[in-house]
């Protein structure tokens, strides 16, 4: 039986000579695999991701590195206690951190993200995922070189599917996320789940502990927000200005996310000023108005390049 504890990464480090000849075997078995389709899958750098996660997961458990060629596509191994594993890898030339800040000083919680056409088809057998991110050099092709040392990998934590589809937010193509200090949109259809939700592993070996029982209670689990903090006080200033929310619940929403101050906007501050100073040029609001404004958020001008 699995005994819960909070998430917290275990770190792998992949730069010895059996790490080098397990990223061997990952870019192996996806340059020999890499004409099979499927539902919206990543590109062979990010498949290349999660099968080196799955590979260096399988050695550290004791089992085979590779599946037999006739072996199931709704999962990636089964554990001792019949439970069905899908190992989830996001990577970049970033660690993985927990939390992270952005420039008006906010830490913004971690999450993780998969592909909406691989969580929802019911015919996807898998029970649980395990969630990774590998840290790679600047180049992350697989297998890289033995010389480079900025190979890890991230084991987070591990979650039922049906959570995922139950509490996880689904967001379409185009979707708008933030990420450090920049933004982008999502070119798939993606569900983030956040890293603080995730049942942690105190040791790896603890994945073969999970049963169906365990599996189950976590599928009526009821986990907390799958937003950051950050955009939960954002999103509530939008709703007020939509006449749905009150301040009060501004003031819930900040009591439990213990943010105190000025939350900054999606869009630039100088956007927001140019449009108060069109409104008090039309004679809107007052200065007084306008300088409140400036208590929140800050007006940046031009200083070269």
């Not at 039922?160 to 193509?173: M, Q």
């Not at 259809?189 to 029982?213: M, P, R, S, V």
Request: glycine share 6%; proline share 4%.
């Amino acid at each position: 039986m699995y005994t819960y504890c909070l998430p917290k990464p275990i770190v792998v480090k992949l730069v010895d000579e059996l790490s080098f000849n397990l990223r061997k075997k990952a870019a192996k078995y996806v340059e020999e695999n890499r004409n099979i389709t499927g539902a919206e899958r990543g590109n062979i750098e990010q498949r290349g991701f999660g099968a080196l996660a799955e590979i260096v997961i399988r050695n550290e458990l004791g089992m085979p590195d590779i599946n037999p060629a006739n072996h199931p596509v709704d999962y990636d191994f089964l554990l001792p206690l019949k439970v069905k594993v899908d190992v989830k890898c996001r990577g970049g030339k970033r660690a993985f951190q927990e939390e992270y800040l952005s420039d008006d000083e906010l830490l913004r919680e971690a999450k993780h993200n998969f592909f909406a056409r691989q969580i929802y088809p019911k015919k996807l057998k898998t029970d649980i995922y395990v969630m990774t991110h590998l840290e790679t050099p600047s180049n992350g092709m697989l297998p890289g070189t033995k010389r480079q040392r900025k190979w890890t990998l991230y084991i987070c934590g591990w979650v039922s599917k049906k959570r995922v589809i139950r509490e996880g937010v689904y967001l379409p193509r185009g979707s708008l996320t933030e990420q450090g200090r920049t933004w982008f949109t999502y070119r798939g259809q993606e569900i983030e789940f956040y890293n603080k939700n995730l049942n942690g592993l105190a040791k790896l070996t603890d994945l073969l502990k999970i049963n169906k029982a365990d599996v189950q209670k976590d599928e009526k689990h009821e986990g907390d927000l799958n937003i950051t903090s950050v955009d939960a006080v954002r999103i509530a200033y939008d709703l007020i200005g939509r006449g749905v929310l009150k301040n009060r619940h501004v003031k819930f929403i900040k009591s439990k996310t213990n943010i105190t101050q000025a939350v900054k906007p999606i869009l630039h501050p100088n956007q927001y000023f140019h449009l108060l100073k069109w409104l008090r040029k039309n004679k809107q609001i007052t200065s007084r108005d306008y300088k409140k404004a400036k208590k929140t958020m800050l007006e940046e001008p031009y200083s070269g390049i």
